[in-house]
């Protein structure tokens, strides 16, 4: 993939702002959930929002009107409580609460994390993508801005779960710190 220019192939917004999929988003896609790449461009030419210098990006979700995935955050319930480990997802740096091979519910939403381009100021990309409605940061993110953000990240992923199959997990990591927090 050496001949790669990810800004090749731009999408403009409903806005005019131009954005493109950006290198880590495509080459990390095996880690977090499938989506189509198709379905994050529709997504990004009918979004509305303007997009700003927000450290750490902005989350935009565009309703494209009919099914087009699933959403594999799911809340934590008594009947999948037991289910629940916390676990390292491939190229993240902290636990995530994951059901294995859970099921995921149908959605019409894609969310975006979006971000200004380090080298354009002009451009704008999509570090990340996923089906389903705009989930919290994760409690270890070091984008958290506030002890209130904080708290609610942590109040989010009390209760909700990432369903994802076996492939998406790092289980070096994650059996390694199991085993260390054993003894």
């Known amino acids: ?14 806005r005019g ?4 999929l950006g290198y880590k988003f ?14 994050v461009k529709e997504a990004l030419s009918k979004c509305k929002t ?5 450290r750490g990006g ?19 319930t008594d009947g999948n409580r ?13 636990r995530t609460p994951i059901i294995l091979n859970g099921p995921g519910k149908e959605t019409s939403l894609v969310t975006m994390i979006i971000v200004r381009d380090e080298r354009n100021k002009g451009l704008y990309r999509v570090c990340a993508a996923w089906y389903g ?17 904080r708290k609610e990240s942590e109040e989010f992923w009390s ?11 790092d289980w070096e990591r994650s059996e390694a710190t199991d085993e260390a927090e054993a003894v």
């Not at 993939?1 to 409903?14: A, P, Q, S, V």
């Not at 409690?139 to 801005?145: E, F, K, L, V």
């Open 159 to 169: 209760n909700h779960a990432l369903s994802l199959s076996a492939k998406c997990i």
């Open 82 to 94: 037991n289910q629940v480990r916390m676990l390292y997802r491939q190229g993240k740096k902290g």
């Open 26 to 39: 495509i080459m990390s896609k095996h880690a977090s959930t499938y989506i189509k790449y198709d379905h």
């Open 133 to 149: 409605m705009k989930a919290s940061r994760e409690p270890w993110d070091h984008n958290i801005q506030s002890e209130e953000e």
């Open 1 to 14: 993939m050496g001949n790669y220019n990810e800004k090749f192939d731009l999408i403009e917004t409903k």
């Open 58 to 76: 902005i989350a935009v979700t565009v309703d494209l009107g009919r099914v087009v995935g699933k959403a594999y955050c799911v809340p934590i």
């Open 50 to 54: 303007l997009f700003d210098n927000t």
């Open 17 to 20: 702002q131009k954005v493109f």
